[in-house]
């Protein structure tokens, strides 16, 4: 059974930074792409950040870019979310997902973790 569940979620200031965990299990991590979606209250799902299956190439939406950065290490089962430079539109719920290993949308894939930028 597929598995991503994150962490690293908090309360954070304008400006400040959090870095997201994805633990994963139930499928072979490292022959997959995957990436980061967030979705804030009353809005859409949307992705954020994205990450091919060995690590070497990234996209990011304008609105992270230069301020995100994804990660992951196959050797841990884990990808990464580094956030700096926060924003109060950042506040959202945050998950991991792998598109080739299910379907659905953010809140269909479990709890994710929940940042809110606010001073």
């Known amino acids: 059974q597929v598995h991503m569940v994150e962490s690293g979620g908090s309360l954070a200031q304008p400006g400040g930074s959090l870095r997201l965990s994805c633990a994963v299990s139930?499928?072979?991590?490292?022959?997959?792409?995957a990436g980061w979606y967030r979705q804030a209250p009353g809005k859409d799902c949307e992705w954020v950040a994205r990450i091919n299956a060995d690590g070497s190439s990234t996209d990011y939406q304008d609105f992270v870019k230069g301020r995100f950065a994804i990660s992951r290490d196959n050797s841990k089962n884990t990808m990464y979310l580094q956030m700096n430079s926060l924003k109060s539109e950042d506040t959202a719920v945050y998950y991991c997902?792998?598109?080739?290993?299910?379907?659905?949308?953010?809140?269909?894939w479990g709890q994710g973790t929940q940042v809110t930028v606010s001073s």
């Open positions: 997902h792998a598109p080739g290993v299910r379907a659905g949308l953010c809140a269909s």
């Open positions: 139930g499928f072979t991590f490292s022959a997959y792409a």
